[in-house]
């Protein structure tokens, strides 16, 4: 306003000089002239507000990118066309250690170690020049000392090309991880490559070979290239593939790490390797499993134990089923058999001894051989041919009925053995004897059958040879089997079969070896190594038991005479035989044991005779009497398989024994049964207030030991220090050979 004052005042002048016109053209002239000058300056107000506003905008943008630039997960810098740090954010600071102020305005390149100067220009170099270039890793060293891997990514801004943007990772972690996992896959290599043993990787659970090992390789016959790309299955024995393929889905379905088996893979040239395959499932790292194989060719093994298995199950001559398993067979089919349908034939060939012993043993087993293959040809496959030994061969007859006669069939075969036979030029007429047994009841067992076709085969025998008889429930004839025993036994007696087997009697405060017991076994030539309760009982009811304790009584006294002498360690061993009832009764025993010993040259306190409890109770005063003759040579006796029998304390004080033996059945419960483990420690407590030895038999576990220590029981034997063993093994055990 006061400009519009002056402009007018002017006019007023300009009016005193001039015209009216010129007057009011002068006064409109400033009249505009101060309009537009009033005009500027509001123009320009605004301009300052704009300008201001304009810069706090800026500033806010600039925080907004700097914060924008901390929020980065990455360590970020920002360089200048010279490679001058211009911007960094706050990670960058945290990764690198140094302060901001410490960065701003250095080159890149100096943050580095100077061996990295040189990529570094070259690296920035190609990404001026708009070239394709690595994403370079490089080692940093903190102000702490410590060192960190970063990866350097650059990126050349299209709005800004005078500016590079370049962030940092740290991948020390990663790199180490990496190498790691590299190192453990060279290892896994190395492995898999070198090893001994086939190995093979594929897919679970379709099983497509990815890599295989050079072992692998060669125990299929197989190249590389041949196995690569295949699947286990094409490769795997049809029969076995069901199997391995379940195994394989189960574990891949049920997370499962492992499973083994054994199976046979076939070779290139179409031969079968038996392998023990170890497989364990992993995950690929993609959502798939894998499965890597260890293969152990163990062809060999198997035909080994298969060859062990059938020589354990067959003889060795002929090539049949042995007795084991001709009765595992026959037992498991009479476990689900309907009465009446299995029937066993007992053939046994005539007068065999005599040719035997006439033409040799090679003639004897070319003689068993062709009676072999001819009881083949009549058999059938369903049925079972076995040998039972020497010259004995048993048939087992499956679904037998009227079509298919038991009796018809073994004329077949007695018919077939009768044929003329030509051995080393001679012929030779051989016949034989068959007795048939069929399971006619429910529940009868393997040792039935067999029993009973036995006894009907020596029916046969009895008919005169060479015929069938077949055994007729309830009428079984024992002289026969008696008759063949009692023989046997004689037999066995001549000949020195019958033998003393040694168990060892040890002090169980220190457990030392004080002795033997003497067990009797028979060495059959047929029948194998027959037990005690095999024969004994037979030798007792015919009135051989007398022989058979005297042979038994005179061979351990020898032998221990043999060991006494030759080796200072037995010189204070003693021999314990058992006596039955009938040797205790026979007037004979005092004479044939003091006899035993002057031959043997072993004194009586050497010897201590068992006598059992029922023995002693048979004839209590018959047996005192016995006892103090038999105690006047000097030996020792004892009561054996005390607790057992029915004697009392009274008789027990006027036998003239000195030790009771603890019966097995009591010390088998000893620490487990409460009534077992009274019995024994009332046993043991008893002998002692009787000033008597006890001894406890069947001692097989530390605990039963332990326990028998520690009621004070004096001795045991039992399979805890050893089985009954022939006097060989006894002098190779204690190095007396």
């Not at 018919?415 to 034989?432: K, M």
Request: charged share 25%; hydrophobic share 45%.
């Amino acid at each position: 306003m006061t400009a519009l004052f002056v402009l007018i005042g002017i006019g007023l002048l300009v009016v005193g000089h001039a015209n009216a016109a010129f007057v009011v053209v002068g006064v409109m002239l400033g009249v505009l002239w101060l309009s537009a000058q009033y005009a500027t300056f509001r123009q320009a107000g605004k301009w300052a507000e704009q300008v201001h506003d304009n810069l706090d905008e800026l500033r806010s943008a600039e925080l907004d990118l700097r914060q924008l630039l901390d929020d980065l997960p990455d360590a970020v810098v920002v360089l200048a066309r010279d490679g001058r740090i211009i911007e960094l954010n706050a990670n960058t600071v945290a990764l690198t250690g140094r302060n901001r102020d410490d960065l701003l305005g250095r080159y890149f390149v100096e943050l580095f170690a100077g061996g990295d100067h040189t990529r570094l220009v070259d690296l920035w170099r190609l990404l001026r020049q708009g070239d394709d270039m690595i994403t370079p890793t490089l080692p940093f060293l903190r102000p702490d000392g410590t060192e960190v891997l970063l990866e350097a990514n650059a990126n050349l801004p299209l709005r800004d090309p005078d500016r590079v943007v370049i962030a940092l990772r740290d991948v020390t972690q990663r790199v180490a991880e990496a190498y790691r996992l590299e190192k453990a896959r060279e290892r896994f290599r190395l492995a898999f490559h070198g090893a001994p043993t086939g190995m093979a990787l594929s897919t679970a659970p379709d099983g497509v070979l990815i890599d295989v090992n050079e072992s692998l390789m060669s125990m299929l016959g197989r190249t590389r290239d041949d196995l690569i790309g295949r699947t286990v299955e094409e490769i795997s024995h049809p029969d076995d593939w069901q199997r391995n393929a379940a195994q394989l889905s189960r574990a891949s379905a049920q997370d499962s790490d492992n499973y083994r088996m054994e199976k046979r893979y076939v070779r290139g040239d179409g031969g079968v390797v038996w392998a023990r395959t170890w497989v364990s499932i992993m995950d690929d790292g993609e959502g798939g499993s894998l499965a890597i194989a260890h293969i152990e060719d163990v062809t060999e093994q198997r035909h080994n134990a298969e060859r062990l298995e059938w020589a354990a199950t067959h003889d060795g001559l002929t090539g049949l089923p042995n007795r084991f398993r001709f009765l595992e067979r026959l037992g498991a089919y009479l476990e689900t058999a309907q009465p009446g349908s299995i029937a066993v034939l007992f053939i046994d060939i005539d007068n065999f001894k005599v040719i035997n012993d006439s033409l040799g043993h090679d003639a004897g087993d070319q003689l068993l051989q062709s009676m072999s293959e001819r009881l083949r040809s009549v058999v059938r496959d369903r049925d079972m041919l076995g040998r039972f030994g020497g010259d004995e061969f048993i048939v087992m007859l499956r679904d037998v009925s009227g079509s298919y006669d038991p009796f018809v069939v073994a004329e077949q075969l007695r018919a077939e053995i009768a044929q003329p036979l030509i051995i080393d030029d001679a012929e030779l007429f051989v016949t034989a004897s068959i007795g048939i047994t069929i399971s006619d009841r429910e529940g009868v067992t393997t040792t039935e059958m067999l029993r009973d076709a036995d006894a009907a085969m020596y029916r046969a025998k009895a008919r005169g040879r060479d015929c069938v008889e077949v055994f007729a429930p309830g009428s079984h004839d024992a002289t026969v089997l008696t008759l063949r025993t009692t023989n046997e036994l004689r037999r066995g007696l001549e000949r020195g079969e019958i033998v003393p087997y040694y168990q060892p009697i040890v002090q169980l405060g220190n457990g030392h070896l004080v002795g033997f017991e003497v067990l009797a076994r028979w060495r059959h030539p047929e029948r194998g190594l027959l037990g005690p309760d095999q024969f004994l009982p037979m030798a007792e009811e015919t009135g051989l038991i007398g022989e058979v304790g005297a042979a038994v009584l005179r061979s351990s006294l020898a032998q221990l005479g043999q060991w006494r002498n030759s080796t200072q360690r037995f010189s204070d061993l003693s021999v314990s035989v058992n006596v039955s009832v009938r040797q205790l009764m026979s007037s004979q025993l005092v004479d044939i044991v003091a006899e035993a010993l002057a031959e043997a040259g072993v004194s009586a306190g050497a010897l201590w005779l068992e006598i059992t409890e029922t023995a002693l109770m048979a004839d209590v005063k018959a047996a005192t009497v016995a006892l103090r003759e038999l105690r006047s040579l000097g030996l020792h006796l004892a009561v054996d398989d005390f607790g057992t029998g029915y004697s009392s304390l009274t008789y027990l004080k006027r036998f003239p024994v000195e030790a009771i033996k603890v019966d097995r059945t009591f010390v088998n419960g000893w620490g487990i049964d409460q009534e077992d483990s009274t019995i024994v420690e009332a046993v043991v407590n008893l002998g002692h207030s009787l000033g008597l030895s006890v001894v406890a038999e069947g001692v097989e576990t530390p605990l039963q030991l332990n326990r028998l220590r520690e009621i004070g029981c004096d001795r045991g034997q039992g399979y805890l220090f050893g089985r009954p063993r022939p006097a060989e093994l006894v002098e190779a055990e204690y190095s007396l050979a």
